[in-house]
């Protein structure tokens, strides 16, 4: 069976409508066609959902061929599969296959470092940085302290040199591109950081965005990993990829932190159809050139629309842009009364600051349309 994106989609719509439509012969069915949401796993119609760092590319044909082929096998538990990835990551960046550990998304990866680091001690972490990984971990006690931002709201590396020199911090984490400000730390400042940090202190290098950097060879702290440094990088299937619903991220690490990343995992809990798309789309080249390049090209209309608008916006290496706005909760309000989703306030230190996501292109243009009325309110 020839299965394309569309194809498999509406053979879905088709399955879930064909239970619930009764026909008055027997074994006729009526195929009704595809509603826009059929599966509620999608915004409504005429919702520009700009919140969420979403990429609408993905996932790939590859990758859905793979989860349509896989479906009568999901009554395996997938451990083959988990063994598969780890070995095609590891192949590609450069480590075996020990030092690949896979998460329900990086999200879960993180968390399990933040678990079992927040034993040892202290977490560090830039004040304005994602960290919903670190929440549950914050529920179960753990010890962290916020890091103030450089002036020009990057990571302030000697901030965090001076906080870690506390003798109980055991871990940093931060994101390099960071989220929500889209900025990169240059690749000779943090390693220089890196290389200072008491060898007690593991960094933890949150990727998730690093293959859309402008120059990720250059930018990614992978080289310290290769030369046995107390780092680990996390990465994800939910950017590049597109398949932020499919929940497959991974971290690399030395074997000591590789193993005691496994040993604080959530049991088994990676799916196969996540593993089956992501192993398909780890492959998938002509599909990652064409989903970076179509981010690239949603960010630049955003550029442009923020520039028109009157506006500012921090240098974004990512697939969303930190907006500066007059009240970014009024703003992110008035979006949403035209169908159009973006993040408020990022808290209560950032109150002009509003990030919006690329998306689909004609989403991205409603938004950089909408702006010059908003910007100010
Ligand atoms: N790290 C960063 C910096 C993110 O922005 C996100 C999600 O937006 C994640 C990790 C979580 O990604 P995942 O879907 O792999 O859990």
Redesign the pocket.
Known sequence: MDVTRRGWLGLTGTAAVASTVLNTRANAITIRPMLPDPTGFAPAPGIAHLK??ENPLGPPASAIKAMADLARSAWYYADDAEARLAAMIGKRLGVPAAQVVLGH????V?TSAALAWGRRGTILMPALQ?D??LLYPMAQGLNYRRVAMAPDLGIDLGALARAAAAPDVAMIYL?NPN?PTGMMLPAADLIAFAKALPPRITLLV?E??MELANDPAASTMLPLVHNGANVII?R???KLFGM?GL?I?YAVASPANAAELKRHRVTISLNAPGLAAAIAAWDDGAFQTESRSAIIAARRVLQAGVAKAGTIALPSQTNFLFVKVADANRFAAAMAQRGILVRGAWGPAWPEWSRVSTGRMADVERYAAALPALVKI
Do not use: H, K, L, Q
């Not at 998304?105 to 879960?108: A, M, V, W």
């Open positions: 969420y760092n998304g990086s999200s879960e993180i994602f919903e990984p994101c989220n949150d998730a965005y996390t994800t299937f939910s932020a929940r991220g």
